[in-house]
C-alpha cells in the first residue's frame, strides 16, 4: 500500500529498492537471516535474484535460487490464519 491507503503495483526495480533499503540493513544486524520469497515474476528475475544473492547468498529460499522453494511444503507455506 502507498502512504494514502491506494494499492501499489509492484515492478521489479520498486521491489528492489524496497529489498535494498528494508532487508539489506536487517541483515547487515543480523547475517543468519533466511529470506523466503514466492514466485512472483518481479520477485524472480534476473537483476532481483542477483541482488538477493548478493544479500543473503545461501540464505536464500526462491524459484530460482541454490534453495529451491518446494511446492506445497508445510514447513515453507504461509500460514492461513
Not at 58 to 71: A, G, M, T, V
Request: net charge negative; aromatic share 8%; hydrophobic share 30%.
Amino acid at each position: 500500500m502507498n502512504e494514502d491507503g491506494t494499492p501499489e503495483t509492484i515492478s521489479g526495480a520498486s521491489y528492489r529498492t524496497k529489498i535494498e533499503n528494508f532487508l539489506q540493513p536487517m541483515v547487515e544486524h543480523n547475517p543468519n537471516l533466511w529470506f523466503q520469497q514466492d514466485r512472483a515474476t518481479t520477485h524472480n528475475n534476473r537483476q532481483t535474484m542477483d541482488l538477493l544473492r548478493e544479500i543473503f547468498g545461501e540464505h536464500l529460499i526462491s524459484k530460482n535460487s541454490d534453495f529451491p522453494r518446494p511446492p506445497r511444503s508445510s514447513d515453507l507455506t504461509a500460514l492461513d490464519f
